[in-house]
């Protein structure tokens, strides 16, 4: 039973109420004493005479009463909150100014970028005269004829290849089967020949330099159209988030926040924080950790948040978003993924590049994978940094300035992605109908049309980005890219579209049908083996013929052709080596032994989980073309160990393909069998494959032996660093239950909300249903779905606020202790 003495309730219910305020000592003893004077006759009433002591002390008579009692609530630990909401008219609620700038809005309208069926080639159907007519660039020229000898490498070495794969088969091409055979083939070596041109001009440019890399001090390439943009350039820092890490994703604002404001120029940035996220417990996290940040960094008015009721198109829809509410106030904005990390030396030169370049509309960073400590992340993270410089330079040499844009990590001009890239919804039913999912090339094709540059400076350092940690997380995200993937195909005869783009919608669509494309090689190569080995040989195919036709198998022709897409596949990341020791950089990757061995871990691991992925991405080729729709659901971003159960569920159908498949070849045509062998061996063991390379520990192991190190990890960029350490110092979060009990995080959330709801009688009642049962019961009476109504009403947050601390102190103790703040991180052996 509670204390039946109702001064000893009084007094522990304002006790309790201000230790939950940043207030100070002699505050605090006013306030108490005050309420305590006035002799309130009960817990309610005490509440309501703190609340209007509160309101007092705050003042700002301008404000409306219920903001005026929020900030009361909020003064004392966010003071420059007030002060940035003062700084502008409160038209939808003091805190909603003090989050989100004033509104400058400009229109965005979608652009008609898809044609008909009927209209599938070029010469077919009409041309859309609305359409705007792409600007001829001034590198033209030489794209197109860098362009023209890729294609040409690319087109007669796959027609040799697979011209000399057919003297192999038993009948040199001339069965339907065989036809195939040869047709997948050539697809096959025309994509890794694509790769191979693609990494070997990448060490050219790397080697020799780049005469067209955009840059500051001068423009790239021919005289600009345009002079050089004067004067500082305010620019939007925007993170778009989805039920991300709320700890780690505002650890790596801080410190990128930090980083620039160590340049000088932090008066030429804004942050914003876009969040799509829709769970309470992620809701109220967001919310505290902006609020808490901007305390940190004294960045009220200079870091804002806000959140979507409405997940509209996704993160392209939440960029349009912000593009149409507050575009209009900036030159540039910088995109960031929420496990992006970039220094301000790279952020302040991505503006300096644009003002020295007026017609470039976009330019993308090539971001280096960090942080992670599983197996294969740390591989992942070794490859990119071995390999992914001397790839991205030679995409920028074939494409210049129709280059890609990966979404993120890349500084984009507002006007015209505003008045060209806005995305429509592709009509009609199934996975290639709706929304763009794949949005980021399809944005860069659409600036290039509209005559604007989109570049790649791959020679910048400081850009980086976290990779999934296991494989079942990267094969997830793997769907959903595929799906938007697949989307290009009908892009890919849009009007006026540069044809580098078309290149780039094909490359994407490929990225994942090559894999479907490699498994019908397999499987029909396994055919035809098995057919030869239980029909009858004809000698005499051609009728009246007097002398048999031997067979004929030519083994070293086999090898060699084998030898050759090794050399392919391989001699990349033997010049990514070559690279780091012709320049003397072996030591940042623990020295040339080291760095051999770990590239000899990374071909080993890739050549095992390239089956693995074969079939997974086969998987999602067919479920997306027979209208699978896929779920966009939040990234797993953290290292987490893989349960072997969970492997087995994954990879079960996988592995007893491989077994039926390898029994199938050892009865009939054994010979046939080991040249097999590589593709079903990782299959079969595909479970201990997944569950190895999620480890953290032996991604550790790695490390401490100075294999898969990359020079990040020797000598911590200070961003990184600063990440690692405010992980490891940051509090719990807060949840849906210190929403309701906390005077602070109630009164920032409800304030947040902006003006009271107009709701219908029904709702209104629905809703106060839901906040009794909440009080009566506890937190977890309510489902995901009851608390998220809950939270999007300022109303009911205030009175169950006010309800809960009118009971004993048990009650509000009680929701706390039922629903603790999850941890912020999980314990971590990794230390940069």
């Known amino acids: 039973m509670s204390d039946t003495n109702p001064a000893a309730e009084v007094t522990q219910a304002i006790d309790g109420y201000l230790s939950h305020l940043d207030l100070a000592d002699d505050k605090r003893r006013r306030l108490r004493a005050r309420v305590l004077d006035a002799q309130p006759g009960d817990r309610r009433a005490a509440l309501d005479l703190l609340h209007a002591e509160l309101e007092n002390a705050y003042g700002q008579p301008e404000l409306e009463a219920d903001d005026r009692a929020l900030m009361g609530r909020?003064?004392?630990?966010?003071?420059?909150?007030?002060?940035?909401?003062?700084?502008?008219?409160?038209?939808?609620?003091?805190?909603?100014?003090?989050?989100?700038?004033?509104?400058?809005?400009?229109?965005?309208?979608?652009?008609?970028?898809?044609?008909?069926?009927?209209?599938?080639?070029?010469?077919?159907?009409?041309?859309?005269?609305?359409?705007?007519?792409?600007?001829?660039?001034?590198?033209?020229?030489?794209?197109?004829?860098?362009?023209?000898?890729?294609?040409?490498?690319?087109?007669?070495?796959?027609?040799?290849?697979?011209?000399?794969?057919a003297t192999v088969l038993p009948h040199r091409g001339a069965t339907v089967l065989e036809a195939f055979i040869l047709g997948a083939a050539f697809l096959l070596f025309a994509w890794i020949l694509v790769g191979f041109w693609t990494a070997l001009s990448g060490f050219f440019v790397l080697w020799r330099g780049d005469r067209y890399l955009v840059r500051s001090d001068a423009p790239s390439g021919p005289p600009p159209r345009k002079p050089p943009v004067e004067g500082a350039a305010r620019t939007a820092i925007v993170m778009p988030i989805y039920e991300e890490d709320v700890t780690r994703t505002f650890a790596g604002l801080r410190a990128i926040y930090e980083s620039v404001q160590a340049t000088g120029r932090l008066d030429e940035f804004d942050f914003f924080v876009l969040s799509d996220s829709v769970k309470p417990d992620t809701?109220?996290?967001?919310?505290?950790?902006?609020?808490?940040?901007?305390?940190?960094?004294?960045?009220?008015?200079?870091?804002?948040?806000?959140?979507?009721?409405?997940?509209?198109?996704?993160?392209?829809?939440?960029?349009?978003?912000?593009?149409?509410?507050?575009?209009?106030?900036?030159?540039?904005?910088?995109?960031?993924?929420?496990?992006?990390?970039?220094?301000?030396?790279?952020?302040?030169?991505?503006?300096?590049?644009?003002?020295?370049?007026?017609?470039?509309?976009?330019?993308?960073?090539?971001?280096?994978?960090?942080?992670?400590?599983?197996?294969?992340?740390?591989?992942?993270?070794?490859?990119?940094?071995?390999?992914?410089?001397?790839?991205?330079?030679?995409?920028?040499?074939?494409?210049?300035?129709?280059?890609?844009?990966?979404?993120?990590?890349?500084?984009?001009?507002?006007?015209?992605?505003?008045?060209?890239?806005?995305?429509?919804?592709?009509?009609?039913?199934?996975?290639?109908?709706?929304?763009?999912?794949?949005?980021?090339?399809?944005?860069?094709?659409?600036?290039?049309?509209?005559?604007?540059?989109?570049?790649?400076?791959?020679?910048?350092?400081?850009?980086?980005?976290?990779?999934?940690?296991?494989?079942?997380?990267?094969?997830?995200?793997?769907?959903?890219?595929?799906?938007?993937?697949?989307?290009?195909?009908?892009?890919?005869?849009?009007?006026?579209?540069?044809?580098?783009?078309?290149?780039?919608?094909?490359?994407?669509?490929?990225?994942?049908?090559?894999?479907?494309?490699?498994?019908?090689?397999?499987?029909?190569?396994?055919?035809?083996?098995?057919?030869?080995?239980?029909?009858?040989?004809?000698?005499?195919?051609?009728?009246?013929?007097?002398?048999?036709?031997?067979?004929?198998?030519?083994?070293?022709?086999?090898?060699?052709?084998?030898?050759?897409?090794?050399?392919?596949?391989?001699?990349?990341?033997?010049?990514?080596?070559?690279?780091?020791?012709?320049?003397?950089?072996?030591?940042?990757?623990?020295?040339?032994?080291?760095?051999?061995?770990?590239?000899?871990?990374?071909?080993?691991?890739?050549?095992?989980?390239?089956?693995?992925?074969?079939?997974?991405?086969?998987?999602?080729?067919?479920?997306?073309?027979?209208?699978?729709?896929?779920?966009?659901?939040?990234?797993?971003?953290?290292?987490?160990?893989?349960?072997?159960?969970?492997?087995?569920?994954?990879?079960?159908?996988?592995?007893?393909?491989?077994?039926?498949?390898g029994a199938l070849l050892l009865w009939y045509t054994p010979g046939f069998a080991p040249w097999l062998a590589p593709i079903l061996v990782p299959l079969l063991i595909a479970p201990a494959i997944t569950v190895l390379t999620a480890r953290a520990d032996l991604g550790i192991w790695l490390r401490r032996h100075d294999l898969q190190l990359i020079p990040e990890e020797r000598h911590a960029p200070p961003e990184l660093a600063r990440v690692v350490e405010l992980e490891a110092g940051a509090p719990a979060e807060a949840g849906f239950a210190q929403a309701v009990v906390d005077p602070v995080i109630n009164a920032l959330h409800t304030g947040m909300q902006g003006r009271d709801r107009s709701l219908t009688a029904a709702i209104a009642e629905y809703r106060q249903l839901l906040a009794e049962r909440a009080l009566d019961n506890g937190p977890d009476v309510l489902d995901t779905d009851e608390q998220r109504r809950l939270l999007a009403d300022p109303q009911r947050m205030r009175w169950l606020h006010r309800e809960v601390w009118a009971q004993a102190p048990s009650a509000w103790q009680g929701w706390l202790a039922e629903r603790p703040a999850a941890a912020s991180t999980q314990e971590s052996p990794r230390a940069v």
Request: proline residues 6%; glycine residues 8%; charged residues 20%.
């Open 283 to 661: 809701v109220i996290a967001e919310e505290n950790a902006w609020a808490e940040t901007c305390r940190t960094l004294d960045a009220f008015g200079g870091l804002f948040y806000r959140r979507r009721r409405a997940r509209v198109k996704r993160k392209s829809g939440n960029l349009a978003d912000f593009c149409r509410r507050w575009g209009g106030h900036y030159r540039y904005m910088i995109v960031l993924d929420a496990d992006s990390i970039m220094a301000g030396d790279t952020l302040t030169a991505l503006v300096d590049r644009m003002q020295a370049n007026p017609g470039v509309g976009l330019i993308q960073t090539p971001p280096t994978a960090v942080n992670r400590d599983s197996v294969l992340a740390r591989v992942q993270q070794f490859a990119t940094r071995v390999y992914g410089r001397m790839f991205a330079a030679g995409l920028h040499f074939w494409h210049l300035d129709n280059a890609h844009y990966w979404g993120h990590n890349a500084i984009i001009r507002i006007e015209p992605f505003m008045a060209h890239c806005a995305l429509p919804r592709l009509p009609g039913r199934g996975a290639l109908s709706g929304d763009i999912l794949s949005h980021d090339f399809v944005e860069a094709a659409l600036m290039r049309r509209a005559g604007w540059g989109v570049f790649i400076a791959y020679d910048l350092p400081g850009s980086y980005e976290e990779v999934p940690p296991t494989l079942l997380d990267e094969l997830g995200r793997d769907r959903r890219w595929c799906q938007g993937n697949i989307q290009h195909i009908r892009l890919l005869f849009s009007d006026n579209l540069a044809p580098a783009h078309r290149a780039l919608f094909a490359n994407g669509v490929m990225a994942y049908t090559s894999a479907a494309i490699w498994f019908i090689f397999l499987l029909l190569s396994s055919t035809e083996a098995v057919l030869e080995a239980v029909r009858t040989p004809d000698y005499f195919p051609v009728a009246g013929a007097l002398f048999p036709a031997w067979p004929v198998w030519q083994p070293i022709w086999a090898v060699s052709l084998f030898v050759a897409t090794l050399v392919v596949l391989f001699l990349p990341k033997i010049l990514g080596v070559v690279m780091i020791v012709a320049k003397r950089k072996q030591r940042e990757f623990g020295g040339v032994g080291n760095l051999v061995a770990s590239t000899l871990i990374e071909i080993l691991l890739t050549s095992l989980l390239a089956p693995i992925r074969m079939l997974a991405h086969t998987r999602f080729v067919f479920t997306t073309l027979i209208g699978k729709q896929v779920k966009w659901n939040a990234q797993q971003r953290a290292d987490a160990q893989v349960p072997w159960s969970r492997a087995l569920r994954f990879h079960i159908w996988g592995m007893l393909l491989a077994l039926g498949w």
């Open 74 to 165: 909020l003064h004392d630990s966010y003071p420059d909150m007030g002060q940035a909401s003062q700084t502008r008219a409160p038209t939808a609620g003091a805190l909603r100014t003090a989050a989100m700038p004033p509104l400058n809005r400009w229109p965005m309208s979608p652009a008609d970028i898809d044609r008909r069926p009927w209209r599938i080639l070029p010469w077919l159907g009409r041309g859309s005269n609305a359409l705007p007519k792409s600007v001829p660039s001034r590198l033209k020229g030489v794209v197109r004829w860098r362009q023209t000898l890729l294609a040409l490498m690319v087109a007669f070495p796959a027609a040799g290849a697979a011209a000399y794969m």
